[in-house]
């Protein structure tokens, strides 16, 4: 009797342990396979094998604690599988995410290790200038992959780093204050020719109540001094100032915000190259909440000596060799990236910010390459955002008027016009259907243009992109997709060259006259809003590399799973 009653008592104790255990660790990630089979076509390449059959299968375990209720650690490590391996072959463990967060002195809250940050637009922000219109079906699929394997969310960059924010309420006048701050490392040193260089900055808002928030932003890239032999220390700081004022009248809110300040960027070696300028963004809407629509006018000034790394990197650099049938014909040339690439090869992406120039597309986006922080741009704009009720269709629209402030080889100004138009129909919701059916349509036209007394000055540059996709739930949570994407550029541009120091050497003449298609159908199984099978096949055709166009299939299978 003893013996039963020391038993029970000591599984009475097991079990509550556990319960207790069990609510301090948790366990979330996901997985992924894919395999995929292409078949490249280009006419008389007789030396580039033109099938290809890969994939991989991966699972990302993260085990999250929480040693107390103020503080969390998260650890996340991936066993990746490359298809093909053989008993353990191709096999690789790497550390996805790693971070300890929590709150001290119940006030600040803090962050080690993997921070997924952002400010504002013109300080640290990721923008997405690639990718001007909107994605569903099976381009969304795609797109999914790129932001998971790369970490984009809400326009915020992964870094290793710290961050910390807290806030100060007050009775009277202002209502809060809120601070903000970071630090990430963004190449070590070597201990002889390169120097620890981090990037840091943070801000502080100040609230006046819902309508009024004004904010002061500062960041920095900078070097230590003594971590290397080398003494030419680097750094690109930039500050502003943000603001949002607003009210509301019968349902119509009125608004003016923006962002303004200045940047300056030097070597302590070459103090004479030393680059400072400034940049005024401006914008007034109006908000019409029972109809749910929004107008908005802005203006831009943004100086042609304007750098701010954190908000001017792309995420993918066009200067890079594809890792997907990188190179064909028989003289092997290397095969640009397309657009099909940005959607289809996750590696072209970069996690982190770039210090530098970086290469850009002029078919893809000439006129705001690195986003609305695009530098030696001035000009206006119109958006607007409209959602009906029930959500039968949401819609925006957006239409840029701009020019250089400073030309480039000559004193002649380049003028640019953007236009982007994106919407969604929920055609189940209009028509009183049960299953789902969605549709989606995106259009981009840019045009480029300079005139001159030289033909070198000439600029003519035209570049249009429409996306369309479907969704048609043909049986319980399994639906027919499909998807077709156009890219036409034709005409002449003058790119610039730079050195390592990121000065103008000088330029290349750039003609170009071609387009790009892709056509996509398949079909998805959703066995949750987080697990789902996918198998589609698409055929994209590319004629904008003279001489050497291609043609390229691609069957593809895909199951994802979150938990």
Known sequence: MNKLLIYILLAFFSVVSYSQIAKKIQFIGGARSLVSHSNLLSDGDTVTSP?????????????????????????????????????????????????????????IRYQLGNIDYKLTPYTFFNHNPDFLTNSMGIQGIKEGIVDYETFYKNNSWRQQGASVNFALNFPKVIKEIDFNGFISRLNPTDF???????????????????????????????????????????????????????????????GLDGESGISSLSQSLFEDERLEDYFVHARAYMEFKKQNFKVSVGFMDNGADFRSFGAQSKRVNFNQENSFYNRYTNEQIIRPISVYDLYNDPTLSQEGITVGVMDVNPIINNALPYGIATFNRRGLYLSTNHRSKKDIITSSAKLYSLSEIRGQGTTNLKRFTLVNINSQLNANKLWGLKKEFNFQVGISYQKSNRKGEFAFETVDLQSTQISFGVEKEIAEQLYLMGNFFLLDSKGNEQIPVRNEDDQIINYEEFNING?????????????????????????????????????????????????
């Open 51 to 107: 099938r290809s059959t890969g994939g991989y299968a991966f699972l990302d375990l993260g085990i999250k604690i929480n040693p107390n209720e103020k503080t969390e650690i998260l650890g996340m490590f991936r066993i990746n599988n490359a298809f093909g391996g053989f008993w353990g072959g191709g096999v690789s463990f790497d550390v996805r995410q790693l971070y300890v967060r929590g709150v001290a002195c119940d006030v």
């Open 192 to 254: 002889n020719n390169v120097l620890e260089r981090l990037y840091g900055g943070g801000n502080m808002i100040i609230k006046q109540g819902k309508n009024t928030s004004l904010g002061i932003n500062h960041v920095s890239v900078f070097d230590l001094p003594g971590t290397a032999v080398d003494s030419n220390i680097y750094s690109n700081n930039v500050s502003t100032v943000t603001y949002d004022f607003n009210f509301e009248k019968k349902n119509i809110v009125f």
């Open 515 to 563: 387009r790009e298609f892709n056509v996509a159908a398949g079909l998805r199984f959703n066995f949750s809003e987080e697990v789902f099978l996918a198998a589609f096949y698409e055929l994209n055709n590319n004629q904008f590399v003279n001489n050497s166009n291609y043609t390229f299939s691609q069957t593809s299978v895909v199951y994802v799973l979150k938990f």
